[in-house]
């Protein structure tokens, strides 16, 4: 369901919707049907905010990051910018939130945050800012954290894909090639 509903949210067309499920294009058409049928208001609104970005040339964030547009902006990113400009300010604000409460964070990865923390306190603590932001950009709508468990302990992240193995591999030995790692630790 979620690549369903982030693809009509995001514009996505009846072939992409079809090959995406999987799907006879006629589903993925009759699928998108019922959802404007079923969801009119969504629709309206969203053709609304399109038109209008296009008038003033800019769309803005809930809290008034904009995002000019080019003399012939994809629609797609117009549709898909509500959801992602407001994750983007969740981040931000969670951020500014934790190191005010003197957890800093390492590091931004996408829609999340990398702590060096071994301490669960201080990781329930973060948590708890992270919801609180969360509520706070989302006027009361409570947004979910989660926590890697995995990595909690000193664990180091491993993607098992073998591209992502080989480019960390990659990276080891640059590292070890220039003196910036030892010989002994672990790739």
């Not at 058409?29 to 209008?52: G, L, N, Q």
Request: charged share 25%; glycine share 8%; net charge positive.
């Amino acid at each position: 369901m979620k690549p369903l509903q982030l693809g009509i949210n995001y514009g996505m067309g009846v072939p992409s919707l079809a090959r995406g499920l999987n799907r006879h294009p006629l589903i993925a058409s009759e699928i998108i049907e019922r959802h404007k049928r079923r969801y009119p208001r969504f629709w309206k609104w969203r053709a609304d905010m399109v038109d209008t970005a296009m008038m003033q040339r800019c769309i803005e964030s809930s809290h008034g990051w904009p995002l000019y547009l080019t003399t012939s902006p994809n629609k797609r990113t117009l549709f898909n910018f509500p959801m992602q400009a407001g994750g983007a300010e969740m981040l931000r604000h969670a951020t500014w939130k934790l190191c005010d409460a003197g957890i800093i964070p390492t590091m931004l990865v996408h829609d999340g945050i990398l702590f060096e923390e071994r301490d669960r306190e201080t990781i329930e603590h973060a948590k708890e800012i992270m919801l609180a932001a969360g509520r706070e950009i989302c006027g009361g709508f409570e947004i979910g954290v989660d926590v890697d468990q995995w990595l909690i302990g000193g664990a180091r992240y491993r993607d098992k894909r073998p591209i992502a193995q080989k480019m960390w591999q990659t990276i080891m030995d640059a590292l070890r090639s220039v003196g910036a790692l030892s010989e002994k630790v672990p790739a």
